[in-house]
């Protein structure tokens, strides 16, 4: 049996979603991805919530179009969510995932409205340590189903 297979209702990602990540270009597999990501950085006058955390922030990753936290209470954070975001670890943890990954955007196969989207992102909560850890081992077993079929 594939991991794609197994049931696993709380992530929602399949190998099938993991690829077209991939080829979205949401992923740094290289120092050279991840510089053109952190290029495209750029502070905004509005405020958003974070991907990765779900906290305020103006900063933006403008090649991906989300907002991902750069500093924590005025002081810099190390780009602790860039850097979550754009790993593959990491997919099907952040606020759009839990819209598109696990299908909380969708009802039969049709697009939520915006105001219904956002009602839905009120449950999202920031993962733990414990989910991360759990989702990496995951999204590993991923890849390597992926690198089977290369």
């Not at 929602?12 to 990501?37: P, Q, S, Y």
């Not at 819209?99 to 909560?125: D, F, H, P, S, Y």
Request: with cysteine.
């Amino acid at each position: 049996m594939s991991v794609s297979e197994e049931s696993f209702p709380d992530t929602g990602v399949t190998v099938a979603n993991l690829r077209i990540a991939r080829t979205k270009g949401r992923f740094c597999n290289t120092i050279e991805d991840l510089r053109m990501h952190f290029l495209a950085i750029d502070n905004k006058s509005n405020p958003y919530k974070c991907e990765a955390c779900g906290a305020s922030t103006r900063w933006i990753c403008t090649k991906c179009e989300v907002p991902l936290c750069v500093f924590t209470n005025r002081s810099w954070s190390g780009c602790k969510c860039v850097f979550l975001y754009h790993n593959e670890l990491f997919f099907g943890l952040a606020r759009t995932d839990y819209v598109m990954v696990l299908k909380r955007g969708w009802n039969e196969g049709e697009n939520k409205t915006k105001r219904e989207i956002e009602q839905e992102l009120v449950n999202w909560r920031p993962p733990t340590e414990a989910m991360l850890e759990r989702n990496a081992r995951f999204i590993k077993r991923l890849q390597a189903e992926l690198q089977a079929e290369i």
